[in-house]
């Protein structure tokens, strides 16, 4: 499945991958993965959000594969893996099964990462015991587990019934993003990142979510409206690190709060002041040194004393 490169040049070029496969899920929908890095070298799984691809973790992949083995793949509809007959919470953790088994050896464990909806995606995947046997530790960046159309704040009203009905709508519209203009570039920068987010940025994150075809933008919005995996966050019982920006209107801080006080093993919360919704691309450093302290307790010390 071809789709428009995201970014063709700069930190947010998508690097070339050592290796791509493509891993079949439960239900027969075929995810594009890619894996970077030496084999040998302590695994690293990043699972992206709604409207995004691989291409939105170039930055983490670029520093991190020269000593990590990085693995990350597209969401089903999403990049280059082809729109599955499921959209559900339960489609994204079979597919996510499904690259673990693929990517990583029988009980090897790894840091597993989630942004947004790939955050969400690890909720969903907490009690799969496939997980479980690969899991050593979670790093949720920007995401939540119920009322995401409630908490929003990406339409400027008080909260209540008439901005949720409003929210819902616009996340949901199956109307086109268009061409990247600079108006576009504008309303995608409120919604979704920071203020001071540079415009290399903000024109990195348009390429990727202008290139989301819109069924599927649609198709996925109508359950993340639904979500509830509140239940799936107390299932996480394994080291789980949480990140967020302070303003973020996607998924606002209450939703990082709400996850530290359930987590039955929160180890810590990362709070990135004035940054949005794409911490990983607004914020590239601190997500790698987050994602690398994690690798270095829980992944490496871990085989190392095994």
Not at 19 to 35: F, I, K, M, Q
Not at 234 to 239: G, T
Not at 275 to 289: D, L, W
Request: net charge positive; hydrophobic share 45%; proline share 8%.
């Amino acid at each position: 499945m071809s789709r428009p490169a995201s970014v063709a040049s700069g930190p947010y070029a998508p690097p070339v991958p050592g290796r791509r496969l493509t891993v079949v899920s439960a239900d027969g929908a075929r995810l594009h993965v890619e894996v970077h890095g030496p084999d040998e070298a302590p695994p690293v799984v990043l699972s992206h959000g709604w409207t995004c691809s691989t291409a939105f973790w170039a930055a983490q992949i670029r520093e991190l594969a020269s000593d990590h083995r990085v693995i990350t793949y597209d969401q089903r509809g999403h990049g280059r893996s082809p729109a599955g007959a499921a959209c559900t919470t339960e489609a994204l953790a079979d597919d996510l099964e499904a690259v673990l088994a693929q990517t990583l050896a029988p009980e090897e464990k790894a840091l597993i990462v989630g942004h947004s909806m790939g955050g969400m995606t690890v909720m969903a995947a907490a009690g799969r015991p496939r997980f479980r046997e690969h899991a050593a530790a979670v790093l949720l960046c920007s995401t939540g587990s119920s009322r995401l159309v409630a908490e929003a704040r990406v339409v400027p009203l008080g909260a209540g019934r008439v901005r949720t009905w409003i929210t819902g709508r616009v996340l949901g519209s199956r109307a086109p993003l268009g061409p990247v203009t600079p108006v576009a570039k504008s309303v995608l920068k409120y919604a979704t990142m920071g203020a001071g987010s540079a415009p290399h940025m903000v024109e990195a994150c348009a390429r990727i979510v202008h290139a989301c075809p819109r069924a599927v933008r649609h198709a996925w919005a109508a359950v993340l409206e639904a979500l509830d995996l509140d239940h799936g966050v107390r299932e996480l019982r394994i080291p789980t690190a949480v990140l967020h920006g302070t303003a973020d209107r996607l998924t606002p801080p209450v939703h990082a709060r709400a996850l530290v006080a359930a987590l039955p093993e929160c180890v810590g919360l990362t709070e990135l002041p004035g940054i949005g919704h794409m911490t990983p691309i607004e914020a590239p450093g601190p997500v790698i040194r987050r994602i690398r302290e994690l690798v270095t307790t829980y992944v490496t010390q871990v085989k190392e004393g095994a």
